[in-house]
């Protein structure tokens, strides 16, 4: 696999509040080889970070389905059984999401009334 290039956006600089996306000095993308399995990572990072950083995103990944059990009127039980045989899902790679696309996505759904609503926000917010 190799190097991975990981864009990173830092929407507020030194306390200033600012859009990234109009500010190239804050989108940034670097390289990085974080190795191609579990055993390249426990050979560059050692087990114990390894171990740290999975059961961590698994403690996350836990608590969603946990969340979606109780959001579906789960009793206690019911969700213990349904975790006991857990095992944390391979989820999709995290897509880019360009933000003037989303909203115009978001916006082809709407009445004519409802764009004029969301136009006026997106004016009052600039």
Same mark, same amino acid.
């Given at each position: 696999?190799?190097?991975?290039?990981?864009?990173? $956006?830092? *929407?507020?600089?030194? &306390?200033?509040?600012?859009?990234?996306?109009?500010?190239?000095? %804050?989108?940034?993308?670097?390289? %990085?080889?974080?190795?191609?399995?579990?055993?390249?990572?426990?050979?560059?990072?050692?087990?114990? =970070?390894?171990?740290?950083?999975?059961?961590?995103?698994?403690?996350?990944?836990?608590?969603?389905? =946990?969340?979606?059990?109780?959001?579906?009127?789960?009793? *206690?039980?019911?969700?213990?059984?349904?975790?006991?045989?857990? =095992?944390?899902?391979?989820? *999709?790679?995290?897509?880019? =999401?360009?933000?003037?696309?989303?909203?115009?996505?978001?916006?082809? &759904?709407?009445?004519?009334?409802? $764009?004029?609503?969301?136009? $006026?926000?997106?004016?009052?917010?600039?």
């Amino acid at each position: 696999m190799g190097k991975e290039a990981i864009p990173t $956006k830092a *929407p507020e600089v030194k &306390g200033e509040k600012d859009e990234a996306q109009n500010h190239p000095e %804050y989108n940034n993308t670097t390289e %990085y080889d974080f190795g191609e399995s579990a055993a390249a990572m426990i050979e560059r990072f050692g087990d114990p =970070v390894v171990h740290a950083n999975a059961k961590r995103q698994f403690v996350v990944s836990f608590r969603r389905t =946990v969340r979606t059990l109780l959001i579906a009127g789960k009793a *206690p039980a019911e969700i213990q059984t349904a975790m006991d045989g857990w =095992v944390p899902p391979l989820g *999709p790679a995290r897509k880019v =999401v360009d933000p003037v696309q989303a909203a115009l996505e978001l916006t082809r &759904g709407m009445t004519d009334e409802q $764009k004029k609503a969301f136009l $006026k926000g997106v004016r009052e917010e600039s």
